[in-house]
Each structure stands twice: as structure tokens, then as C-alpha cells.
């Protein structure tokens, strides 16, 4: 990723040509795309996922000095489990299949700096929505994750000549709360649905984009990390045919996703 991070900015200045030109924000922008990374989700000393992740971006900016973003991301693949049982015994299941909802409003301010950059600091809500269906496994159960957040992020952006542009966005994640749904009836039809409530965490995430202008649209290329740390849920009762037979919460845990995005602005 590295190597190929610095590769793709040496070709972006060299056709650049290194000359700056004056920025001017297009005021309605509409994106379409496509994005592929590799996901890893561990609860230390319990289980680990990793796996590769596909999916189908698409946003809509506005931008008068005053910014208003709209964000929506399907994704899907399979991951490998490894963990093990109550027992100690290993478990590792091959293609669990996954798939990712995240929306996200965004507002914020741009500010001009030299004719040539835009740094536009932002707030915003999102919302996290990732399945991971383990049922095709004897030992295995859906689980569906929950998070409430609130992005606080700096975007900038710097035109070139011959319609060449460059930026980055960093951005901090304040966790409000998540929901973690554990189907335990895919194991055995007498449990029930367990729901735990998670209240601590953090998230993070960052990108670098490259954007060539065309006469009607324009090609984007952004590798991306993203990243969330997440505390131990609260505990809930686990039943049996309705009678209490013990308890779950959801461990800490945390998630790392590397990748890049290939979009179409118009």
C-alpha cells in the first residue's frame, strides 16, 4: 500500500507539471463508484475475521462556502473466522459472508487559502450497520452491529494545471452508541436473541485522493484506512424455552479496514 501510495503521487506531479491553479469548488457534486479493501475485526484473545470487502459508493456535495454532504456505502464479502469454543477447543470457519451498510450528513465551512487550496472542516452523524452471518457454521450464529457517530473531520484539496487535483481528509470519530444483536437461536431454537448496548469507543480514518478533470466528469482514485476501537458492552440475560440460564456482553474490540476507492464525479 505504501509503495503504491508513493508511486501514485510521483505520477500526479509529474503531470502536473508542479504548477498550482486557482481552486473554485463545483457547487452541486454527484459520485458514483466502486471501492475494494481487506477488513480485520478481533476481540483480543477471542476470535479474529479478516477477509476482503467489495462494494458500491455514492454521494451528493454542495458547496457555496458553506458545504452540505449526503454519503451512502454498500459492501459485501467472505471472511475467515479463527477463534475457539467455550471449551478451549480451535474453531476456524472459511467464508462467512458479510455485508456493510453506512450512512453518513456531513456539513461544514470551506475556507480558500492561496487561490489554489480548500480546507473545509466538517461535523456530521453516521451510521454503522455490518452483518456477519456465522450460521453457516455448527457453532455459529448471525450477529448484526449497531454504531451511532458523529464524524469531526478537515478536508483539503489542491487544484493543479491540466485538470489535475491532489488532497487528503483526516477524521475523528465520536462513538455514541452501538447495539450488538446475537441470534443464539440459530444454535440451538429454545435461546433467544440476545441484545447488548455498547456506550465507550472511538473511531478514526483517513484517505488520499487523486483527481483528474475531464470536460464532463471526473476520475477519482483514494486509498483509505479506517479504523474503530470499541469497549466491552454491558451484560444480557441468555434464555432458554424463557427461562434465565445465564448471561453475554459483547468484548472489547477493534477493527482496522485498508483500501481504495475508484469513482466518477459529475
Not at 24 to 33: I, N, P, S, Y
Not at 53 to 60: E, T
Not at 66 to 91: H, I, R
Not at 242 to 252: D, V
Amino acid at each position: 500500500m505504501k509503495k503504491l501510495l508513493m508511486l501514485t503521487v510521483c505520477l500526479f506531479f509529474l503531470s502536473a507539471g508542479n504548477v498550482l491553479a486557482e481552486t473554485e469548488l463545483q457547487k452541486h457534486t454527484f459520485e458514483v463508484g466502486t471501492e475494494i479493501s481487506y477488513i480485520a475485526y478481533e476481540e483480543p484473545n477471542v476470535m479474529k475475521e479478516t477477509g476482503a470487502m467489495y462494494g458500491i459508493v455514492g454521494s451528493y456535495a454542495y458547496h457555496d462556502m458553506f458545504m452540505a454532504k449526503a454519503e451512502a456505502k454498500w459492501s459485501c464479502g467472505l471472511v475467515d473466522y479463527d477463534g475457539q469454543l467455550t471449551n478451549g477447543s480451535p474453531l476456524q470457519v472459511k467464508g462467512i459472508f458479510d455485508n456493510m451498510v453506512e450512512l453518513r450528513g456531513l456539513v461544514g465551512y470551506d475556507v480558500f487559502i492561496l487561490e489554489s487550496t480548500a480546507l473545509t472542516p466538517y461535523i456530521g452523524f453516521g451510521y454503522r450497520y455490518l452483518n456477519d452471518d456465522m450460521s453457516c457454521s455448527a457453532y455459529g450464529y448471525e450477529r448484526e452491529s449497531n454504531y451511532l457517530y458523529s464524524p469531526v473531520g478537515l478536508e483539503i484539496i489542491s487544484k493543479f494545471e491540466n485538470g489535475w487535483s491532489i488532497g487528503a481528509m483526516a477524521e475523528y470519530d465520536i462513538f455514541w452508541y452501538g447495539l450488538q444483536r446475537s441470534h443464539f437461536e440459530d444454535i440451538a431454537s429454545g435461546l433467544n436473541t440476545v441484545n447488548n448496548e455498547q456506550n465507550s469507543g472511538w473511531g478514526t480514518r483517513g484517505s488520499i485522493k487523486i483527481q483528474k478533470d475531464f470536460e464532463q466528469i471526473a476520475l477519482v482514485i483514494e486509498p483509505y484506512v479506517r479504523y474503530w476501537n470499541i469497549g466491552k458492552s454491558g451484560d444480557s440475560a441468555i434464555t432458554y424455552s424463557g427461562s434465565y440460564i445465564g448471561y453475554a456482553y459483547e468484548p472489547k474490540n477493534n477493527s482496522l479496514e485498508i483500501g481504495s476507492k475508484i469513482s466518477i464525479l459529475f
